[in-house]
């Protein structure tokens, strides 16, 4: 299979860089072709700019985007692995989705109203939270974010979903956690075909 992360985290001891080293080792491991696309460590620009609306205009995009939209074409499976701030994806994940995501790429607008551009790409979510995750299930957070992002960015493309696994207490458990966290993690990497 072929395998696209997109991982967003700027700090190299985050235990979201833990993820992605679990979760990228154990595909290898399985004999699939893995790329890596750290947004931080490539410096992508997330803000969606007049140019990025000219482009598509003319009918293409600019060059940064493209080389993200190929690595997207490219994948059979992408999964994205970040920390929850604020109730949501950080600020360069979401400026990912603004610029990469684009409209004629992974959605249209026609007479029958919008369309989904990615059927046949599946996509998988690994995020971290502060919070417990009984709290966020219980006060409905958890809910409202598969709602906005499983559902108004991923679904709305018209991909399939394999999955969107919050870990929570990520800052304040045991080390013992973390490591059975990150065991689920390599287990994972089975289900993501
Ligand atoms: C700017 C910022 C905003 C955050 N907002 C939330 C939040 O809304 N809910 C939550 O449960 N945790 C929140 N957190 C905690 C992080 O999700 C948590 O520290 C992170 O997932 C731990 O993983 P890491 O060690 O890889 O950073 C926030 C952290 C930061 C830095």
Same mark, same amino acid.
């Given at each position: 299979?072929? $395998? ?6 700027? *700090? ?7 993820? @992605?080293?679990? @979760? ?5 491991? $399985?004999?699939?072709? %893995?790329?890596?696309?750290? #947004? ?7 803000? #969606?700019?007049?140019?990025? &609306? ?7 995009? =600019? ?16 999964? &994205?692995? &970040?920390? %929850? ?14 610029? %990469? &995501? ?12 919008? $369309?989904? @551009? ?42 399939? #979903? ?11 458990? =045991?080390?013992? *956690? ?12 089975? =289900? #993501?075909?």
């Amino acid at each position: 299979m072929k $395998q696209l992360i997109v991982y967003s985290h700027p *700090n190299p001891l985050s235990f979201n860089h833990a993820i @992605l080293e679990a @979760l990228g080792g154990a595909l290898k491991a $399985q004999g699939d072709e %893995v790329h890596v696309r750290d #947004l931080y460590a490539l410096q992508f620009d997330p803000v #969606l700019k007049a140019v990025d &609306f000219e482009a598509i205009h003319k009918g293409g995009v =600019t060059e940064d985007v493209k080389v993200e939209q190929d690595q997207v074409r490219w994948a059979d499976v992408i999964t &994205f692995i &970040f920390p %929850v701030w604020w109730a949501s994806m950080p600020a360069i994940t979401k400026g990912y989705i603004d610029r %990469v &995501f684009s409209h004629g790429f992974a959605y249209s607008y026609g007479a029958n109203g919008a $369309q989904g @551009l990615l059927g046949g790409k599946k996509v998988m979510l690994i995020t971290t939270q502060g919070a417990p995750e009984a709290y966020y299930a219980g006060n409905g957070m958890l809910q409202s974010m598969s709602q906005t992002i499983d559902d108004g960015i991923f679904r709305f493309c018209a991909m399939e #979903l394999l999955g969107h696994r919050a870990f929570g207490e990520v800052p304040s458990t =045991t080390p013992e *956690n973390r490591a059975k966290m990150l065991a689920e993690v390599i287990q994972m990497a089975a =289900t #993501l075909k």
